[in-house]
């Protein structure tokens, strides 16, 4: 399963420390291309690591001399750091070598991560960051915002909380989870909800994402930790992947149905289409 933004955010936290105030000196790769051609890594030497963030599902590296370096994970992206440089590993598409010669390991076994340099003054109009909507963390998105936005819409709340152009972030995981906790059926017409249901179902979306990056990212089975250690598979999900398992909160079998290709997961009596 791909890493989404609790994951992202555990490897911001855990590259941060280690990264903050080192300068790129070399890179290699393994010749192969990732989703997409690589960026040429040199414009980034010898200039200290300022920041390490996340918007959306993007790692974004800012450098002291004004770039920043964007990075998604894709399907199987993972990054670890190792003391000293190695020969490049299996898997391993990039490393990154520090003036401490600490070196950034970028695997990838499925090859649809990518990587961009941006001048950090116009990361705002870069192509893969213009169109997303707002942080789901971010007090800029609450009830109001949502009852607006999706004020025409006409698919599914479901698929409607997924489009990142809406809100980022917000995986099929989490859009299950928070459904269920708002008690609204996933099928339920986007611009249908009650003033309530949109304040709940933000709210929801919160804690789910929250909860996850406190447990350090989700039951993700390849993904691994910023420092190489084995996520964490104790999280727990209340309808996610349990169909016909009973509901939590009234024992009915939880329903599957794949709702804009994916799979999709309710309780019929908890989340009622009325
Ligand atoms: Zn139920």
């Not at 200290?48 to 590296?61: D, G, M, N, S, V």
């Not at 017409?189 to 990212?217: C, M």
Request: net charge positive.
């Amino acid at each position: 399963m791909m890493p989404e933004l609790p994951e992202v955010e555990t490897v911001v936290t855990g590259l941060k420390p280690q990264l903050v105030g080192k300068r790129i000196v070399s890179v290699r790769n393994s010749g192969k291309n990732l989703r997409y051609p690589l960026p040429d890594f040199s414009v980034l030497f010898d200039s200290p690591i300022t920041a390490i963030i996340r918007r959306a599902k993007y790692l974004l590296f800012h450098f002291k001399n004004g770039q920043t370096l964007l990075w998604h994970l894709g399907m199987t992206g993972q990054f670890h750091i190792l003391d000293k440089d190695e020969i490049i590993a299996k898997h391993e598409h990039v490393a990154l070598t520090f003036n401490d010669s600490s070196t950034l390991r970028y695997r990838d076994t499925r090859r649809f991560g990518y990587a961009g340099i941006c001048a950090t003054d116009k990361l705002e109009q870069h192509v893969w960051i213009k169109k997303l909507g707002v942080e789901p963390l971010l007090d800029d998105f609450n009830g109001k915002y949502l009852k607006d936005k999706l004020n025409t819409r006409k698919t599914s709340i479901k698929q409607a909380i997924m489009d990142n152009a809406v809100v980022v972030g917000v995986g099929n995981i989490y859009a299950s989870e928070s459904l269920f906790r708002s008690q609204i059926n996933p099928v339920k017409v986007a611009n249908s909800l009650k003033n309530k249901q949109y304040q709940a179902l933000v709210s929801y979306i919160k804690t789910v994402l929250e909860e996850a990056i406190e447990a350090g990212g989700s039951t993700i089975s390849d993904f691994v930790k910023a420092d190489g250690k084995p996520g964490y598979f104790a999280h727990s999900f209340k309808v996610y992947g349990r169909a016909n398992q009973p509901c939590l909160s009234c024992t009915k079998p939880i329903e599957k149905i794949v709702l804009g290709g994916r799979a999709s997961f309710f309780c019929p009596q908890c989340q009622k289409l009325k």
